[in-house]
């Protein structure tokens, strides 16, 4: 949980696996740009510091954060990737939109996951304001692109160690 005492992109407890033999795919969604557009900025960053080829890292826009779980499903369909993170931002507003986009969201990127025993990455922030946002798209908690694709790395990783 991203509070006063952490920042999302602080790696120094966690040795991190090179991301040179992975293939990634990016999906971003294209509403809240400002901040989805930080997330992919912190996410490709991490990925390309950590040893991926930018010939690796396959990016493709989605019109939101609900269209996050197809993209998935459309990027895995092509088989050749590794993983697969999903960047998108959903901000809490006067109806209950929020909690079914954020719960729908969830629950597809983690079936298609399943669905392709592949890694697919939350990388969704569902904030109750714009700052909270802000301050966890490379503000004062770091980058939730920095975890997400941390986070990609380590499962392929772990994909291919249990694959012996």
Partial sequence: MATHLKNLSD?????????????????????????????????YQSLVNNGALPENIFTYPVPGSFELTSGADLLLKTGN????????????GETRHFDFICNAVANGVSNVAIKYSKPVIFGVLTTDNQQ???????????????????????????AETLKG
């Fill in 11 to 43: 790696f120094s407890n966690t040795e991190i696996p090179s991301a040179a033999p992975y293939k990634f795919g990016i999906a971003v969604a294209e509403w809240n740009a400002e901040i989805t557009n930080a997330l992919y900025q912190g996410a």
């Fill in 81 to 92: 990737l590794d993983a697969v993170i999903c960047l998108g931002c959903v901000i809490q």
């Fill in 132 to 158: 909270q946002a802000i301050d966890r798209a490379g503000g004062k908690h770091g980058n939730k692109g920095d975890e997400a694709a941390i986070t990609a790395i380590k499962m392929a990783s772990l």
